[in-house]
């Protein structure tokens, strides 16, 4: 059993649609990351949390450290919200020492 | 400037040539890290620098060698690579290393060894 989990692994949504993406670990962590990858391109960090909810512009995220759960939401999606959203989890050490779940690949059609 | 700049942005060699990646930032970080990864899977830590010094090498094999000649820019050489080191290099940098901190990666060098 993967330590990050991520569901669902593909999620095609209309255009305006509510997006959940569900993250859950099983280690202990000192944050957890979400990330952005556009096909064939690098990766922007969106969140990092260690507690409660973090909102920027339509993206919204939420982590339970009593039951090892995140959420990423975006709110009124768009086409160019597509794209694959991977939950990362560090633990300690190295903060580039990241247990990444495989993602979720995003389509958003108009 | 928060940007982490990845040149070049695509690269084909064969495997007896030898190539460098280059990562540059100017944001002040003192940490930098090489990350490799395959299509359709998630990136994989290869190399960690923390205040120019080589702090994890997570047992990458000897034909990528990374430099980090300042605090500024990061370095991946390659020679003699397989066409199974075919991949997207992320390179990524953070304040000072410690846990807590946000990571900034760059957009990639998409490798193609022949």
């Known amino acids: 059993k993967n330590e990050v989990e991520q569901s669902p692994q593909n999620l095609t949504a209309q255009e305006g649609e509510f997006i959940t993406i569900n993250c859950s670990y099983s280690?202990?962590?000192?944050?957890l990351h979400w990330l952005q990858q556009h096909p064939g391109g690098g990766i922007v960090s969106l969140f990092m949390?260690?507690?409660g909810k973090k909102k920027h512009g339509r993206l919204i995220a939420t982590i339970n450290i009593q039951e090892k759960h995140s959420s990423l939401h975006i709110t009124a999606s768009h086409p160019r919200d597509s794209a694959v959203y991977i939950c990362a989890v560090s633990r300690g050490g190295s903060q580039g020492n990241l247990i990444f779940g495989k993602g979720t690949k995003l389509s958003v059609k108009p | 400037d928060t940007e982490v700049t990845q040149t070049p942005k695509h690269l084909v060699m064969g495997m007896t040539n030898k190539k460098s990646l280059k990562c540059e930032q100017h944001m002040g970080h003192r940490a930098m890290y090489w990350y490799k990864q395959k299509a359709k899977k998630p990136p994989e830590l290869m190399f960690v620098?923390?205040?120019?010094?080589?702090?994890i090498n997570e047992s990458v094999p000897s034909r990528f060698s990374p430099e980090c000649p300042n605090s500024s820019l990061l370095n991946l050489h390659l020679h003699a690579l397989q066409p199974e080191d075919s991949a997207l290099y992320l390179c990524?940098?953070?304040?000072?290393?410690?846990?807590?901190?946000?990571?900034?990666f760059g957009s990639g060098t998409q490798l193609s060894v022949l």
């Open positions: 620098y923390s205040y120019e010094k080589l702090s």
């Open positions: 280690v202990g962590i000192s944050a």
């Open positions: 990524a940098s953070s304040q000072s290393g410690t846990v807590g901190e946000k990571l900034f």
């Open positions: 949390l260690s507690s």
